[in-house]
């Protein structure tokens, strides 16, 4: 929406949605006055911080509106409990006297809730299988070994909530990451390894509960060849968890609910070339089945329902690939998978009835992909690998010694091991944990086993029109669905879930997955709603980790009030000083420049000192504290520079991962260049965040993933250095936070006249040209420079022909050779021309 456009708008008044940097912008270019508003309703507090957008916003609202109205919202009460007085805290940004809690357990919230027209939930507790409730213990085995390792490694910090307990909660990984923040250069490389695998273990264990089984064993793998060491690697460079026993028994028992092997020494047993498909399905679905047909069952004994819900049945789960399984599921349970292979375990229950739902189908459908994925995945991961081992070993072939060790690792969890299942974990060479394989003969029998069900399954899949095309036959076929018919399944969406109840109006709500939040949402639609009757199936598996974390939530949310309750019985009332009841003569020596030396004269000027910032600048938090430094903040949009402090000082602002984009790219050149041929003292201004170290290894590893952090590190400053060289008179600011940078500007401010920000807007647009115009996506780039025969000259042609990366790679051999040479265009079209299918890699 442009600027004009919002001006009429603002004219007009009503009410408006605005977004924080719009706002700001606006309020500070007057466009909109802040005197003429009437009020603010401000939603989520709970993210309001010092230096965030909201409270820049609401302290200059009350700056110059002090009697339109200011209401602040949230529905969190966790985050007001962390820290020293956060209710005060965030009260005081918000410029707020007065809260008010309603806790569930008020006695008018509960009055309200459970009166007369109180929601029917019925509980229900799913047993896990035996095979999933082993895999839980065995993660759980290694999340607490993980924590311990690093409880050992890092005394010197505070680690109460490192437990196994709030391990399981979702802002783990937060909690330990803000901990170590700080002192991250100085940590060890076991340590960091253990927070990522903390993150990827807490992932298995709820992708335990989510995926299926066979979805579960395919993603293990892909875990474990992540994991696995590259060629030549030692033990202390692989993750700890995988020496464990524990990690044995989950790669082993994930496999075991997929399929079955029994092998011993050198034999094959009875069964059909050794492998029997076992297919464990999870417990809800069948139990999701059962409470289908007990609402059909209701709905037919009563058809006509008695309120203004619509019949229809909602579903709700924690993610679109449950929403997606859950579809896959509902559309297949009555699929007759009369043809599934003689011979199974499972062949005597052929020929399912239609009244009792199964997943047989669309697991035999999942198990036919996954042993295809599986043989196509071994050999690109081969491939790869020999890759990686000819590019370390600096030569393209190598005799057969060196071959073998290139591509051991990949084949290591597909070759058999002599005696298969044995009571002890079989370990690798390094020591880590190792699954055992399966002959490729087994899997292409199993293959061919599950292969003539296919025409059947293509056959009742167009039958029941299952993947069909929907506007195939659209004429003879598009009706509007009946809302008695309708099953939605749709994931947990935050405040979006009110709207969706509000426009679905079900009679049954079915929690495939527990969640607090959406139960209090579902207790206030159906107190809103006399005429509407609800009923909640909640379902859980019991003695889970998705128990524990829905006991642990609402636990959490009642102490959370308490602690509200009780720090608001003890707050203190904050009275701001205000700017307005300054003493003019204090004010007017505040701008006095006493400086009067060398012929000077006393200059003394009634406008506070100003500040130019560029727009774009807005999505950090120094606008708000050079605005807390009683400057004037003026946005503009700004060619040359970030920031003008001065008619002759435009600094250009870098966070750190800007700073090495900038690099990569040769933006920052550009930008220097312009800096220097119009203003007299350019600077460069680095900023470190406020909670992390101040220094330049923790960031290291963010440019490039080759070689070690320390040479990426002395890369950096060398950059600096190469920078400083080419233009000697721009100045380095190094400032370790925000609010150092605000003191600097404030320093730098000091004796100098006041920026024009019209003359700075001007600057750079009297040539006609834009430095900035050149900016193009940087993963795109990163991407291309990777490729053979790409370098920075050609690099720069590319991206000004092409639009993205798919051109590049469909342009023709005569074409590249054209635009960056022939011999750099032949090892392009290489590349892209090369398949990772054949053995030994391509040219």
Not at 258 to 273: H, I, L, N, Q, S
Not at 502 to 522: L, N, Q
Not at 774 to 787: G, H, K
Request: aromatic share 8%.
């Amino acid at each position: 929406m442009s600027v004009g456009t919002r001006e009429k708008l603002y004219a007009s008044g009503g009410v408006f949605s605005i977004t924080s940097r719009i706002l700001i912008v606006d309020f500070l270019s007057t466009l909109l006055d802040a005197s003429k508003v009437t009020g603010m309703v401000v939603l989520h507090s709970e993210r309001i911080g010092a230096t965030s957008q909201e409270a820049f916003i609401v302290r200059m609202y009350r700056q110059k509106n002090k009697d339109g109205f200011l209401k602040a919202f949230s529905d969190q009460p966790e985050p007001f409990t962390a820290g020293f007085q956060p209710l005060t805290t965030i009260m005081r940004n918000l410029f707020l006297r007065k809260p008010i809690l309603y806790p569930r357990f008020h006695v008018t919230v509960a009055k309200s809730l459970e009166g007369k027209r109180k929601a029917e939930v019925i509980e229900l507790e799913v047993p896990m299988t035996d095979g999933m409730r082993d895999i839980q213990n065995a993660v759980l085995e290694c999340v607490e070994v993980s924590i311990a390792e690093l409880r050992k490694g890092n005394t010197g910090l505070e680690m109460e909530d490192w437990t196994l307990d709030s391990a399981l909660h979702r802002s783990f990984d937060t909690i330990v990451r803000r901990q170590l923040d700080p002192v991250w250069h100085r940590t060890s490389f076991r340590t960091k390894q253990i927070v990522r695998d903390l993150s990827l273990l807490r992932t298995i264990l709820h992708s335990l509960l989510t995926f299926d089984a066979v979805s579960f064993n395919k993603y293990l793998d892909t875990v474990l060849a992540a994991s696995s060491p590259p060629p030549g690697s030692t033990r202390q460079s692989q993750s700890p968890w995988l020496f464990l026993d524990a990690a044995h028994t989950l790669f082993d028992t994930a496999k075991r609910r997929v399929y079955t092997g029994r092998t011993t020494e050198g034999t094959t047993a009875p069964d059909k070339d050794g492998l029997n498909p076992v297919l464990e399905g999870m417990p809800k679905w069948d139990l999701l089945a059962e409470i289908l047909e007990e609402v059909e069952r209701d709905m037919y004994f009563n058809p006509q329902p008695q309120d203004e819900s619509n019949g229809s049945i909602l579903i709700m789960c924690g993610d679109q690939g449950t929403c997606r399984q859950l579809r896959e599921f509902l559309q297949t349970m009555h699929v007759d998978d009369g043809e599934a292979p003689d011979g199974n375990a499972d062949g005597e229950e052929d020929g399912i009835d239609e009244k009792n739902p199964s997943a047989k189908f669309m697991m035999h459908r999942k198990l036919r992909n996954y042993l295809q994925w599986k043989r196509d995945f071994a050999r690109v991961s081969s491939n790869l690998f020999a890759e990686n081992q000819k590019a370390i070993n600096g030569t393209t072939s190598h005799g057969g010694g060196q071959g073998n060790r290139g591509r051991g690792p990949p084949n290591k969890r597909r070759r058999m091991r002599g005696g298969g299942n044995m009571a002890t974990a079989q370990r690798t060479a390094s020591g880590s944990v190792h699954v055992a394989g399966d002959k490729d003969a087994h899997i292409q029998a199993l293959m061919h086993e599950l292969a003539p069900a296919e025409t059947e399954d293509t056959a009742a899949t167009k039958a029941i029109d299952i993947g069909a095309d929907p506007l195939d036959n659209m004429d003879d076929y598009y009706e509007l669905y009946s809302m008695t018919d309708l099953i939605l399944i749709h994931p947990y969406d935050g405040d979006m879930d009110d709207h969706l109840l509000e426009e679905v109006k079900p009679r049954y709500v079915i929690m495939y997955e527990p969640d607090a939040a959406f139960i209090r949402r579902i207790e206030v639609y159906r107190s809103s709603h006399g005429s509407r009757q609800v009923r909640v199936y909640f379902m859980y598996y019991g003695g889970s980790v998705e128990e524990q974390r829905y006991l642990s939530a609402v636990r959490r949310e009642k102490d959370s009030f308490t602690k509200l309750i009780r720090e608001r019985g003890n707050m203190a009332l904050t009275f701001g000083h205000e700017a307005a009841n300054l003493d003019p003569q204090e004010s007017f020596l505040r701008t006095v420049n006493t400086r009067i030396a060398g012929g000077g004269r006393l200059a003394a000027t009634a406008e506070p000192p100003r500040v130019v910032v560029d727009v774009r600048e807005f999505r950090s938090t120094l606008p708000s504290l050079l605005h807390g430094r009683n400057m004037v903040v003026v946005p503009c949009q700004l060619t040359v520079g970030d920031y003008i402090v001065t008619p002759e000082i435009a600094v250009e602002r870098k966070s750190i991962k800007d700073l090495i984009s900038s690099f990569s790219d040769g933006r920052l050149y550009n930008q220097a260049e312009t800096m220097l041929q119009h203003y007299k003292s350019p600077m460069l201004l680095i900023e470190f965040d406020a909670q992390k170290a101040f220094t330049l290894e923790p960031f290291a590893d963010l440019s490039s993933t080759i070689g070690t952090s320390s040479m990426v590190g002395s890369d950096l400053q060398s950059k600096l250095v190469l920078l400083c060289l080419a233009f000697p008179k721009l100045r380095i600011i190094w400032s370790s936070s925000p609010y150092q940078t605000a003191e600097i500007f404030e320093e730098l401010k000091k004796k100098q006249e006041e920026p024009d920000p019209i003359r700075a807007v001007q600057i750079g647009l009297e040539s006609g040209e834009d430095p900035e115009g050149r900016t193009f996506n940087q993963t795109p780039q990163d991407m291309l420079r990777a490729v053979p025969g790409v370098s920075s000259k050609a690099l720069q042609r590319l991206i000004l022909k092409y639009e993205n990366v798919l051109e590049v790679a469909n342009a023709g051999d005569d074409e590249l050779s054209a635009l960056v040479g022939r011999e750099n265009g032949r090892q392009i079209r290489g590349f892209f021309d090369r398949s990772v299918w054949d053995e030994g890699g391509g040219e």
